[in-house]
């Protein structure tokens, strides 16, 4: 039979795409490198040999008489043996057991069908092994009983059964294994507790609604209950799965055991069979169910509440400004009972109000943004529509007046004009008719078509005198656009505001930036803001806004207490760690909450942190360092944030 040899080529390249950022990719050429053939007796073996060098490689044989190829991927040099590791996979040992759960002291009946004789050694297996039986069984169906412990009190209990053959060198017949594995499961339906929702199918933006949850199995319990509201998109984009409390702590665990063996590399001393192809594989994924229009995103929650003896809550919802479908889900625990419920909720406003406009607009730009409007009362409708952006935009034809049957809709175009006001703005869109007074606010973005500038001018008084700043001081600026400052001082002209206000306008949001954006509000009162000239927060919306920080701070919190720039994307930093536990103990200091076990987790972090620090450093004694191994081992790195730690420990 003629026999090719191609080798594959791949050529790697990087490229970027808005929805998946920098990604690999790879052209692939092929080369015929060899052609022979090989001859196989009837019923026998043939051996073939091919050179290869590093690379991967395609192996086609052709059979003339059936006009079928086969075709074999093989990969040659540094890491091929990885390829033998494909055919350790175990023959099947298939297992059923007689209930779907157990109970303390019962007995499971397990049912084995072994693919072929040999020894069975069964086990029980969750941190540790809980128990043992060895039978001989046969190629037939064998039944085994477990007596259930009282004391497997766990959620990761699996059955192992290994099935031993023995080799017979007469029947050239080498030694084999089958597995099974399966779950045991305990049965803990008493700890679920049944919820029920009752909330309107339909209603309308930006309305109150009541949702009530009942738990009847709570009753003279004390319960508590978090509700959330989360739009239906983006669940279904990312197909997240309801909370399930119940199953979260007494549903199916991981094995928690490896297995190693070398019956893979074992090889049967027998004629070969034809392969079987495999179809399959992994879990199917779940349908998704058809995505919503998003106009806004919606992610609501109640936070936790106390449910009264009766086991029912009723549970306040404000719903935004959104058009889309809802979806409720509950959350109920006991002290020892757990529950969820959800349930889908349709937000449909009377008339569908949507403003296109620009992604930004620069100043004296002229555009049209395009106002949709869809009558879905039921009946006809009157309209009288009204759009206003205060002084950022000059709107022709404003206010309008037109009707609309039922389920018609129209598309109103406004022309605008930019004026020199940057920023982001409002734009407020009005809406009446019968029964109807809508009312929408959407975003508009005006840039100045030159970068920010900032600059400085000092001068000296002396006693008496006085200094006009003339006009040519400010030419060149827009005059919308400018905010000016002035200090008085007999000390160094040290501009505290504009500092804080770089602070307070910092972009970007890594740990770093997050904890300089709020340290300003740790320190800096009403009274102080207005001495330095900036905005005054009341000590409320400077709660808010540290709450707000430090949870986002919480969130890029490795467990071990060190912090990381972006979270689980990146490696936790010494230095970082210290600046901001070192912003978290201002905070306290200053009376703002701080979450005990977050605030312990990064001190512990700092002292271990310190101790491996101090210990890694060089002895003076020591021979000096090659320049790369001070690179690779970044020594000087870390003593430069040794004193941060220090200091903050030293609190």
């Given at each position: 039979m003629p026999v090719r040899l191609f080798r594959e080529n791949r050529d790697y390249y990087w490229r970027f795409d808005d929805q998946r950022g920098w990604h690999s990719g790879f052209t692939e050429t092929e080369e015929l490198v060899e052609t022979s053939s090989v001859t196989i007796p009837a019923g026998g073996r043939g051996k073939l040999v091919v050179p290869v060098k590093y690379g991967r490689y395609r192996l086609e044989i052709f059979d003339q008489d059936t006009n079928q190829t086969?075709?074999?991927?093989?990969?040659?040099?540094?890491?091929?043996?990885?390829?033998?590791?494909?055919g350790t996979r175990p023959d099947r040992v298939a297992l059923k057991l007689d209930k779907p759960a157990y109970r303390e002291g019962e007995t499971?009946?397990?049912?084995?069908?072994?693919?072929?004789?040999?020894?069975?050694?069964?086990?029980?297996?969750?941190?540790r092994t809980l128990w043992v039986k060895r039978m001989s069984v046969s190629s037939d169906t064998a039944t085994v009983d477990i007596p259930i412990s009282r004391d497997w009190t766990r959620h990761d209990l699996y059955v192992s059964v290994m099935v031993l053959r023995p080799g017979n060198a007469g029947d050239l017949?080498?030694?084999?294994?089958?597995?099974?594995?399966?779950?045991l499961p305990l049965e803990r339906s008493e700890r679920k507790l049944n919820v029920t929702l009752e909330a309107p199918q339909k209603i309308r933006p930006q309305t109150p609604v009541r949702i009530k949850v009942r738990a009847p199995d709570a009753r003279g319990q004390k319960a508590l209950v978090t509700l959330s509201?989360?739009?239906?998109?983006i669940l279904n984009i990312t197909r997240f799965q309801s909370p399930d409390p119940h199953a979260f702590f007494f549903g199916k665990l991981r094995y928690g055991a490896?297995?190693?063996?070398?019956?893979?590399?074992?090889?049967?001393?027998?004629?070969?069979?034809?392969?079987q192809l495999r179809f399959g594989g992994d879990t199917t994924p779940s349908p998704t169910k058809g995505l919503p229009k998003i106009v806004q995103l919606v992610d609501l929650f109640s936070g936790p509440v106390l449910m009264d003896d009766r086991g029912e809550a009723d549970i306040p919802l404000e719903v935004p400004d959104f058009n889309g479908t809802l979806r409720l889900m509950a959350v109920v625990s006991a002290p020892d009972r757990f529950g969820s419920k959800d349930l889908e909720m349709v937000v449909a406003a009377p008339l569908i109000t949507e403003l296109a406009t620009p992604r930004f607009l620069s100043f004296n730009d002229k555009a049209v943004v395009a106002l949709d409007l869809q009558n879905l009362s039921g009946a006809a409708q009157s309209l009288k529509v009204s759009i206003d952006a205060g002084q950022a935009l000059r709107i022709q034809d404003a206010e309008r007046e037109l009707s609309l049957k039922d389920q018609e809709k129209r598309t109103l175009r406004f022309p605008v004009e930019a004026r020199t006001m940057p920023g982001v703005h409002a734009v407020t869109v009005k809406v009446g008719g019968r029964e109807l007074n809508i009312e929408r606010t959407f975003a508009i973005s005006i840039r100045p078509p030159t970068p920010q500038v900032q600059f400085t001018r000092r001068y000296s008084v002396k006693a008496g005198d006085a200094v006009e700043i003339q006009d040519a001081a400010l030419s060149g600026l827009y005059p919308n656009s400018a905010l000016a400052h002035v200090a008085v001082s007999d000390k160094p002209p040290i501009d505290v505001r504009a500092a804080v206000q770089d602070l307070l306008t910092y972009p970007y949001g890594c740990g770093e930036q997050l904890t300089s954006t709020a340290y300003p509000h740790v320190f800096i009162d009403e009274d102080e803001a207005r001495r330095f000239g900036l905005k005054p927060f009341t000590r409320e919306q400077r709660v808010e806004m540290l709450d707000r920080a430090i949870s986002k701070l919480g969130a890029i919190q490795?467990?071990?207490?060190?912090?990381?720039?972006?979270?689980?994307?990146?490696?936790?930093?010494?230095?970082?760690?210290?600046?901001?536990?070192?912003f978290l103990m201002d905070a306290r200091e200053q009376g703002f909450a701080v979450p005990d076990r977050m605030y312990g987790l990064a001190m512990d972090f700092l002292l271990r942190g310190l101790q491996e620090g101090v210990s890694k450093l060089p002895a003076q004694s020591a021979a000096p360092p090659r320049p790369d191994e001070i690179f690779r081992n970044r020594d000087n790195g870390r003593f430069d944030v040794l004193p941060g730690a220090i200091r903050t420990s030293a609190r």
């Open positions: 086969l075709r074999y991927r093989f990969y040659a040099g540094w890491n091929a043996q990885a390829d033998e590791t494909q499971a009946h397990l049912t084995m069908t072994p693919p072929h004789q040999g020894e069975a050694l069964i086990t029980v297996d969750a941190n017949v080498t030694p084999a294994r089958a597995l099974g594995l399966i779950h509201a989360v739009d239906a998109g490896d297995q190693h063996d070398i019956y893979g590399h074992l090889i049967e001393k027998m004629q070969g069979r034809k392969g490795a467990p071990n207490g060190g912090f990381s720039l972006w979270g689980n994307a990146s490696e936790y930093e010494y230095w970082l760690s210290a600046y901001i536990t070192n």
